[in-house]
């Protein structure tokens, strides 16, 4: 979804040169104030809703799909891929690389970090319900201990894949990301 060809951008844009083309100069220096504050909010908000949709179509799942033994998911810089055939988990995330067999993984567990909302208006609240929501989402996510002096614990972070981190639908859609992959390690790790 591009952020240019979104409804409410294209009328943040159109809107302003709509009046000024069929009212003039003189309408558009009497409104000029008033339709730059909406186009401010409707590009604002347009914005909010193009980065949890960009975020939702770069979460990807692959669960052994075509029977290859290949297990994968990936969201922005994190990655996971676990491949039964070489009994091998490769991880990734903004911090590095590395791929581990599976007797090198030691345990496994997620953590899902919602709420904590400032009620209230103005800039000062709206700041920060920003910083707690980029909180929560860098909270959130698979964290997997491993047999590594260098680097013992790795954190991968998902996203919902169908709406925004802070709705009901955005959480239980984690939740079930999640628990997929506590499925996956439990039926393929514990069982090596």
């Given at each position: 979804m591009k952020y240019f060809m979104m409804k409410r951008v294209l009328l943040a844009i159109g809107l302003p040169v709509f009046v000024a083309y069929f009212g003039g100069s003189n309408?558009?220096?009497v409104?000029?104030?008033?339709?730059?504050?909406?186009?401010?909010?409707?590009?604002?908000?347009a914005y909010g809703k193009y980065v949890v949709k960009r975020n939702n179509s770069?979460?990807?799942?692959?669960?052994n799909d075509n029977?290859?033994?290949?297990y994968l998911h990936k969201f922005n810089e994190c990655e996971i891929r676990l491949d039964t055939n070489k009994q091998e988990v490769f991880l990734k995330n903004d911090e590095g690389a590395k791929t581990y067999s599976f007797d090198d993984i030691k345990?496994?567990?997620?953590?899902?970090t919602y709420g904590g909302e400032v009620a209230g208006a103005g800039l000062s609240s709206i700041r920060e319900?920003?910083?707690?929501?980029?909180?929560?989402?860098?909270d959130t996510g698979l964290f997997i201990r491993?047999?590594?002096i260098r680097k013992?614990?790795?954190?991968i972070r998902f996203y919902p894949r169908n709406d925004s981190f802070n709705s009901r639908k955005g959480i239980n859609d984690l939740k079930a990301q999640l628990n997929q992959w506590m499925e996956i390690f439990d039926q393929n790790l514990n069982a090596a």
């Open positions: 309408v558009m220096s409104y000029w104030v008033p339709l730059f504050f909406i186009s401010a909010m409707l590009c604002a908000t770069s979460t990807l799942n692959y669960f029977n290859d033994g290949i345990e496994w567990h997620y953590n899902i319900n920003g910083k707690t929501l980029s909180q929560n989402i860098a491993v047999k590594d013992p614990e790795w954190h």
